[in-house]
Every structure is written in structure tokens, then in C-alpha cells.
């Protein structure tokens, strides 16, 4: 049985920091794309940062980009989400996936194996 296990979320002030880890098993996806996304209250899950089979190739939304940092550990079967700066708005469950190919995709209905999700406070 294929199982994501999202943690590292928690509630942190304007500025601070987190560490998302995504922990794979049942299924080893060192040969695929993996992503995280996450959705606010009230709003679509939306992308928010993508990772190729060996991190050759990142992808961020706009609304991260120079905060965020995602990698992978294949090894492990794992995959981070280091998040820096964060902000009021970036509040939201944070949910890793995995899409069946090696190609990142900001479209969450692409991917075919999902965690539970992690929350993220950001408080001002």
C-alpha cells in the first residue's frame, strides 16, 4: 500500500521558518516527479513548488520563488520543503504528491499518490 506521510508544519511568526519532510513507502518513486501544493480555507489547492526524479529540475509558483526550496532525498524516499519568510498568506494544509511520470506538473490533478497534509500557521 502506497502511503505519503507529510510533518513539519507548526505555527510560526512573519519571517520565521519550516521544514516540510514527505516520507514515502510501499512504493519506491525515485524514478518520478514530485510535488507539494496546498490549500488555504476557503480556496483551490494550488501548486507551490515541484521536484524532478533526481532533482535535476525545480519548479516554484511565482508567490515562493526565493523563499522556498524543494529537494529530494531518494535514498530515503523523501522529499523537503524548506520554507523561509514566511507570511501571513502562505497559512494553508501543505500536502506532498507524487505524479506517475517524471514530469512536473502544477495541476494537482495530475498526481496519483497524496499525503494527509501538513498545517502551516503563519502568524503576524
Known amino acids: 500500500q502506497v502511503q505519503l506521510v507529510e510533518s513539519g508544519g507548526g505555527s510560526v511568526q512573519t519571517g520565521g521558518s519550516l521544514r516540510l519532510s514527505c516520507a514515502a513507502s510501499?512504493?519506491?518513486?525515485?524514478?518520478?516527479?514530485m510535488g507539494w501544493f496546498h490549500q488555504a480555507p476557503g480556496k483551490e489547492r494550488e501548486f507551490v513548488a515541484g521536484?524532478?526524479?533526481?532533482?535535476?529540475?525545480?519548479y516554484y509558483a511565482d508567490f515562493v520563488k526565493g523563499r522556498f526550496t524543494i529537494s529530494r532525498d531518494n535514498a530515503k524516499n523523501t522529499v523537503f520543503l524548506q520554507m523561509n519568510s514566511l507570511k501571513p498568506e502562505d497559512t494553508a494544509v501543505y500536502y506532498c504528491?507524487?505524479?506517475?511520470?517524471?514530469?512536473?506538473?502544477?495541476?494537482?490533478?495530475?498526481?496519483?499518490?497524496w499525503g494527509q497534509g501538513t498545517q502551516v500557521t503563519v502568524s503576524s
Open positions: 504528491a507524487v505524479r506517475l511520470v517524471n514530469r512536473v506538473s502544477e495541476i494537482d490533478r495530475d498526481y496519483g499518490y
Open positions: 510501499g512504493r519506491t518513486f525515485g524514478s518520478y516527479a
Open positions: 521536484i524532478s526524479w533526481n532533482g535535476g529540475n525545480t
